[in-house]
């Protein structure tokens, strides 16, 4: 199965900030990349699909970036609502799913 | 309006069965292909396995191939995950979530998750 490392495990920021994720799979999956939020009790939201297209209704604040092996999602100002625990996921079946970055108030 | 509606939470015994069904609707059942999907206490996610609605073909994630179970009922636009043998290690949150048929893509709408708790 496709490994996925997703770092940091934790990050504190503060409204306004530039937020970075990455993601690295253990093995090319081209394009085959999405990004979910997630919030306490909650299903998954999907926020990227495709390594950069942004989904339907998601503010443009969000953005991501990679194909191949590295990936990155881009929060340019983060926003109160923001505070939630990030996902990266590869499609190639068997699916695989880095384990979450948690982006907390600094 | 997309909806997959799960069914309500479950405790269970180690050693039992559980059936998490996922009702769909606002869409062509068929057209998509539903995927499950569990999250354990303060874990990542974690892929079981999917079912082409349309023909019942089904792919298993092979941690689970010996112990799942997903089947469909077109005619009620739902889709089914059967777990058997549980241990205390399957206490978890369960997920459907569906993907358009054909395509290599995530999903875009999911269930609302149904905690299942395994307890003696």
């Known amino acids: 199965d496709i490994q996925m490392t997703q770092s940091p495990s934790t990050l504190s920021a503060s409204v306004g900030d530039r937020v970075t994720i990455t993601c690295r799979a253990s093995q090319s999956i081209s394009n085959w990349l999405a990004w979910y939020q997630q919030k306490p009790g909650k299903a998954p939201k999907l926020l990227i699909y495709?390594?950069?297209s942004l989904e339907s209704g998601v503010p443009s604040r969000f953005s991501g970036s990679g194909s191949g092996t590295e990936f990155t999602l881009i929060i340019s100002s983060l926003q109160p609502d923001d505070f939630a625990t990030y996902y990266c996921?590869?499609?190639?079946?068997?699916?695989?799913f880095g384990q979450g970055t948690k982006v907390e108030i600094k | 309006q997309v909806q997959l509606v799960q069914s309500g939470a479950e405790v269970k015994k180690p050693g039992a069965s559980v059936k998490v069904s996922c009702k769909t609707s606002g869409y062509t059942f068929t057209t998509y292909v539903i995927h499950w999907v569990r999250q354990a206490p303060g874990q990542s996610l974690e892929w079981m396995g999917w079912?082409?609605?349309?023909?019942?073909?089904?792919r298993y994630s092979q941690k689970f191939h010996a112990r799942v179970t997903i089947t469909r009922d077109t005619s009620a636009s739902t889709a089914d995950m059967e777990l058997s043998s549980l241990t205390s290690e399957d206490t978890a949150v369960y997920f459907c979530a569906r993907v358009l048929s054909g395509v290599t893509a995530g999903p875009d709408y999911w269930g609302q998750g149904t905690l299942v708790t395994v307890s003696s």
């Open positions: 079912i082409d609605t349309d023909n019942g073909n089904t």
């Open positions: 996921h590869q499609y190639k079946t068997p699916w695989t």
């Open positions: 495709e390594a950069s």
